[in-house]
């Protein structure tokens, strides 16, 4: 199985700051006939289902607000929200879509600090 | 719009068997490859199980493998789970999920709400 370990555990980050979460994964998630890392980036507020942030690592998804970004190939990679808003406050986990089983890191909280 | 809605969830006791459904709308279902992912209270997100657009290929977690069967009825928009001997660690929120058009190694695009499923003597 690919493991995905995400860093760091917890984040406290100033309105308007930069918040970089880091992921790796336990082999390369680039398939090479297409060139596409198969790494997504998703937003869980409390009380909700995750959603889809960022998928093929760096591909915003339709209506995502473009502080964010992702990053990174091969097996490393990153999600960064460049200006924090009091409603970005939520867990983010990296998943790997390269094959079954289809796995997710433990999530990274940020919070306001 | 896209939705996906649970049903089924409830309190059953260990080593019995509970059925999940979802009901799907607003997008071609018999086009996207479908997943279901549960979350344990205040834990991470688990991959399930996962069906190919026509349901003829089907992967589960080894977690699972043998007592949970996935399935879909593409004449009437409807995703299942069919869980069996079912453990205090199958406790969780399950949810349907809508995969990538065109491969079933894709971002999980759409979110249900969840269905509770709590497993307890």
């Known amino acids: 199985d690919i493991v995905m370990t995400q860093s760091p555990d917890s984040l406290a980050v100033s309105l308007g700051e930069r918040a970089t979460i880091n992921c790796r994964s336990s082999?390369?998630?680039?398939?090479?006939?297409?060139?596409?890392?198969?790494l997504a980036w998703y937003q869980q507020k409390p009380g909700q289902p995750p959603k889809l942030l960022i998928y093929?690592?760096?591909t915003r998804e339709s209506g995502v607000p473009d502080r964010f970004s992702g990053s990174g190939s091969g097996a490393d990679f990153t999600l960064t929200i460049s200006s924090l808003q009091a409603e970005d406050v939520a867990v983010y986990y990296c998943q790997q879509y390269y094959g079954t089983p289809v796995t997710f890191g433990h999530g990274t909280a940020v919070e306001i600090k | 719009q896209v939705q996906v809605v649970e049903s089924g969830g409830g309190v059953v006791q260990p080593g019995t068997s509970l059925g999940l459904s979802c009901a799907a709308s607003?997008?071609?279902?018999?086009?996207?490859?479908m997943h279901w992912v549960r979350q344990a209270a205040g834990k991470g997100l688990e991959w399930v199980a996962l069906?190919?657009?026509?349901?003829?290929?089907?992967y589960y977690a080894d977690s699972v493998e043998g007592r949970f069967t996935i399935s879909r009825d593409n004449s009437k928009n409807t995703l299942y789970l069919q869980m069996s001997f079912l453990r205090a660690e199958d406790t969780a929120v399950y949810y349907c999920?809508?995969?990538?058009?065109?491969?079933?190694?894709?971002?999980?695009?759409?979110w249900g709400q969840g269905t509770l499923v709590t497993v307890s003597s």
């Open positions: 093929w690592a760096s």
């Open positions: 607003g997008f071609t279902f018999s086009r996207h490859p």
């Open positions: 069906i190919s657009y026509d349901g003829s290929n089907k």
């Open positions: 082999q390369s998630l680039l398939y090479s006939p297409n060139n596409k890392n198969y």
């Open positions: 999920v809508k995969g990538y058009l065109g491969t079933s190694y894709g971002p999980f695009d759409s």
